[in-house]
């Protein structure tokens, strides 16, 4: 209901209507026919330019504005300006008069004409020329729907063009643009009308193709090219489950969606069955002998007091090795000196335990959200360990900065290449954390040229 498809359709033909009276001689009609003899180019092109986004670009905004100005002087040139029995005596006016000519000069008539004519002939071929680069720079899903129309169009602005031209030219010669023999004179008359009407035919198969899925699809898609609000966005995938193809495409990415999920709650489960065996392993028995020990204070303070201060010296270093154990299992789950300093010490930590040299860039400007600390250390953890453990590599590069879109990582070696994600190398799990943050991960690692990891991160 809010297309200005139909209203502008009906103007044009209003304006066809209205400049069909011309030739009938009746007062005051065809002084309006004549004023607005072809103005429906003017609806015709902002249709081709808009359908069916209804919206213009920068150049095709200035040059409709500039097309119409071109009809409006002409329309007021005509109205204004001439006079049949005064502007041209020489001619038979059989009873034509203009009942508005109140400015009735010939030398100021066929001036405006001239130049009027001539802007509209430039402006037609300019908008054709939109109107083809639109149609070659549009998606193949849209095509199937403007096509038609632009094609239609770019051959109604040739021909109007033509005609502002001829107009323009007879006027300022008196000889005819092109010398067509009479008897073809009607035949070039209803080919011209027959290019205008291709327009109006092309909406109505642009149309029907709009009722398809396709169709929908299509639309929503040039739509979307000029802006993308929340309801367009909606709109959109709404069109692109209907559409059976894309339909495919969305379950394939539904099931990498499953599969990365799944990969992510097996590493979580892994994890936890790891931390549970070192916590058993560890801590736990430490805890537990600890408990045993103290038991034994108990018992010794009531029979040997003497020996109750050896024994707390004892149990305290046990439990000065306990705390020492959960702060490394603690660095395995979290590392902490990323909570208390930052993003940018915790690298420099990693650099320095690596056995493979590191050089280190980082250029960050305060925190970020934890989230994204965590990854980015673990992405650069990662990358090191697989440097050290498989590359064969003599130094490795580090580069982080935050930038205004996000964080940027970049951890290069110069070793033998070839990183496989499928292979353990912990690099698939990294995409799983990265993408779950929206982020970008690209991995470029060719045999014999050692391994590029580019990582983005969102900061907000």
Same mark, same amino acid.
């Given at each position: 209901?809010?297309?200005?498809?139909?209203?502008?359709? =009906?103007?044009?033909?209003?304006?066809?209507?209205?400049?069909? +009276?011309?030739?009938?001689?009746?007062?005051?009609?065809?002084? &309006?026919?004549?004023?607005?003899?072809?103005? +429906?180019?003017?609806?015709?092109?902002?249709?081709?330019?808009?359908?069916?986004?209804?919206?213009?670009?920068?150049?095709?905004?200035?040059?409709?504005?500039?097309?119409?100005?071109?009809?409006? @002087? !002409?329309?007021?040139?005509?109205?204004?300006?001439?006079?049949?029995? !005064?502007? +041209?005596?020489?001619?038979?006016? %059989?009873?034509?008069?203009?009942?508005?000519?109140?400015?009735? $000069?010939?030398?100021?008539?066929?001036?405006?004409?001239?130049?009027?004519?001539?802007?509209?002939?430039?402006?037609?071929?300019?908008?054709?020329?939109?109107?083809?680069?639109?149609?070659?720079?549009?998606?193949? &899903?849209?095509?199937?729907?403007?096509?038609?129309?632009?094609?239609?169009?770019?051959?109604?602005?040739?021909?109007?063009?033509? %005609?502002?031209?001829?107009?323009?030219?007879?006027?300022?010669?008196?000889?005819?643009?092109?010398?067509?023999?009479?008897?073809?004179?009607?035949?070039?008359?209803?080919?011209?009308?027959?290019?205008?009407?291709?327009?109006?035919?092309?909406?109505?198969?642009?149309?029907?193709?709009? #009722?398809?899925?396709?169709?929908?699809?299509?639309?929503?898609?040039?739509?979307?090219?000029?802006?993308?609000?929340?309801?367009?966005?909606?709109?959109?995938?709404?069109?692109?489950?209907?559409?059976? /193809?894309?339909?495919?495409? @969305?379950?394939? /990415?539904?099931?990498?969606?499953?599969?990365? !999920?799944?990969?992510?709650?097996?590493?979580?489960?892994?994890?936890?069955?790891?931390?549970?065996?070192?916590?058993?392993?560890?801590? /736990? /028995?430490?805890?537990?002998? =600890?408990?045993?020990?103290?038991?034994?204070?108990?018992?010794?303070?009531?029979?040997?007091?003497?020996?109750?201060?050896?024994?707390?010296?004892? =149990?305290?270093?046990?439990? #000065?090795?306990?705390?020492?154990?959960?702060?490394?299992?603690?660095?395995?789950?979290?590392?902490?000196?990323?909570?208390?300093?930052?993003?940018?010490?915790?690298?420099?930590?990693?650099?320095?335990?690596?056995? *493979?040299?590191?050089?280190?860039?980082?250029? &960050?400007?305060?925190?970020?959200?934890?989230?994204?600390?965590?990854?980015?250390?673990? *992405? *650069?953890?990662?990358?090191?360990?697989?440097?050290? !453990?498989?590359?064969?590599?003599?130094?490795?590069?580090?580069?982080?900065?935050?930038?205004?879109?996000?964080?940027?990582? #970049?951890?290069?070696?110069?070793?033998?290449?070839?990183?496989?994600?499928?292979?353990? $190398?912990?690099?698939?799990?990294?995409?799983?954390?990265?993408?779950?943050?929206?982020?970008?991960?690209?991995?470029? $690692?060719?045999?014999?040229?050692?391994?590029? @990891?580019?990582?983005?991160?969102?900061?907000?």
């Amino acid at each position: 209901p809010t297309s200005r498809t139909g209203p502008l359709l =009906i103007l044009s033909g209003a304006l066809w209507s209205l400049g069909s +009276y011309g030739p009938t001689g009746i007062v005051p009609v065809w002084v &309006l026919g004549f004023a607005f003899e072809r103005s +429906y180019d003017v609806s015709l092109a902002l249709l081709a330019l808009t359908f069916p986004a209804d919206r213009l670009s920068r150049v095709g905004r200035v040059a409709m504005w500039a097309l119409a100005g071109s009809f409006l @002087l !002409r329309s007021t040139g005509r109205l204004l300006l001439q006079d049949p029995p !005064r502007t +041209y005596p020489e001619f038979p006016a %059989d009873g034509l008069f203009n009942p508005f000519a109140i400015l009735e $000069s010939r030398a100021a008539f066929e001036t405006v004409e001239v130049l009027a004519n001539a802007g509209i002939a430039v402006l037609a071929i300019a908008i054709a020329l939109i109107a083809a680069r639109r149609l070659l720079r549009s998606p193949s &899903l849209t095509q199937a729907v403007i096509g038609p129309v632009l094609m239609g169009s770019v051959v109604a602005m040739l021909f109007a063009s033509f %005609d502002a031209a001829e107009f323009a030219w007879t006027t300022a010669t008196g000889s005819p643009l092109i010398d067509v023999p009479e008897s073809l004179s009607g035949l070039v008359d209803w080919v011209i009308l027959a290019a205008r009407a291709t327009v109006p035919v092309a909406f109505l198969v642009g149309t029907l193709h709009i #009722r398809s899925a396709g169709g929908a699809l299509a639309t929503m898609a040039s739509r979307l090219e000029r802006e993308a609000s929340p309801a367009d966005v909606d709109d959109a995938l709404a069109a692109y489950i209907e559409n059976d /193809q894309l339909a495919t495409l @969305l379950r394939n /990415q539904l099931a990498e969606l499953r599969a990365s !999920r799944a990969r992510i709650v097996a590493a979580g489960d892994a994890e936890r069955r790891r931390i549970e065996r070192a916590l058993h392993d560890g801590a /736990q /028995q430490h805890l537990t002998g =600890i408990a045993v020990r103290l038991d034994d204070v108990r018992r010794t303070a009531v029979t040997n007091p003497a020996k109750v201060a050896e024994q707390l010296a004892e =149990i305290a270093a046990e439990l #000065r090795d306990a705390m020492h154990e959960m702060r490394e299992l603690a660095r395995g789950i979290h590392p902490a000196i990323l909570t208390e300093a930052g993003l940018g010490p915790a690298l420099a930590t990693l650099a320095r335990r690596s056995t *493979v040299p590191v050089d280190l860039s980082v250029n &960050l400007d305060g925190r970020m959200p934890l989230p994204t600390e965590v990854t980015a250390y673990y *992405v *650069v953890a990662e990358a090191l360990t697989n440097v050290a !453990r498989s590359a064969r590599a003599n130094r490795a590069e580090v580069a982080v900065e935050r930038r205004d879109d996000g964080l940027f990582i #970049r951890v290069v070696d110069d070793g033998i290449g070839g990183a496989d994600p499928l292979a353990g $190398s912990g690099i698939e799990g990294l995409r799983d954390r990265v993408r779950a943050l929206n982020g970008r991960f690209l991995l470029d $690692s060719p045999a014999g040229r050692g391994t590029n @990891l580019e990582v983005w991160l969102p900061c907000e």
